[in-house]
């Protein structure tokens, strides 16, 4: 990797050590033949609209993010997406972007989807860039085609493809991953998976 920064290079290395430990943690917990860290081959897809999307060489699907000083992978048999974002102000556009329809929100008669309108901002942008990585696209697709729908008490939440989401993922209208959104320590951290 050309990071010129030493904090980027750093990034990168926690990183791939994240995913190769995450990919060994699935093997061994599922009964597969383990081999060392050093084994295992972290790329990215090369082009397209899913370019960047971490890949290895195993049988199983990775998502990666990082935040101030953390790296975190998930591994699993089919697709997952994953976001960590730490505590920070956000721009006004962008938080107008994330409240936007929360006076629609905190008015409705379902308990979940008022609690959504209590989700902090971060949380809210990692669930949506979670979601977003869970089919590849990470922020290549407009974020504002992900709406967040509900956030029930156990930390699980819902959502609701756009069509420009739809798009390049009609399975998206089919199916809905499972989503986990959860503040932890000044960090907010979102898991998609199927």
């Known amino acids: 990797a050309g990071l ?14 994240a995913v190769k430990h995450g990919v060994l943690a699935h093997g061994r917990r599922h009964g597969h033949r383990t081999g060392r860290t050093r084994d295992i081959r972290v790329g990215a897809v090369a082009h397209g609209l899913r ?9 199983v699907d990775v998502g990666l993010s990082h935040s101030g000083d953390f790296a975190v992978a998930v591994c ?3 697709p997952v997406g994953v976001d960590l974002e730490h505590e920070r102000r956000m721009p006004p ?16 008669a379902d308990p979940d989807r008022r609690r959504l309108a209590t989700m902090p901002l971060p949380l809210r942008w990692a669930c949506k860039e979670a979601v ?7 922020l290549r697709v407009d974020p504002r085609e992900v709406a967040l729908h509900t956030w029930h008490q156990d930390h699980g939440f819902t959502w609701r493809p756009g069509p420009g989401l739809l798009r390049h993922a009609p399975s998206a209208g089919h199916t809905r991953p499972h989503g986990w959104a959860r503040r932890i320590d000044g960090y907010f951290l979102a898991l998609v998976w199927t």
Do not use: Q
């Open 93 to 108: 556009l962008l938080a107008g972007m994330l409240t936007a329809g929360d006076h629609r929100v905190a008015a409705h």
């Open 4 to 17: 010129r920064r030493p904090e980027r290079r750093y990034e990168w290395l926690a990183g791939r050590l």
């Open 132 to 138: 977003l990585k869970h089919y590849g696209f990470g």
């Open 76 to 78: 699993g048999p089919r």
């Open 51 to 59: 370019a960047g999307r971490p890949v290895v060489n195993a049988p």
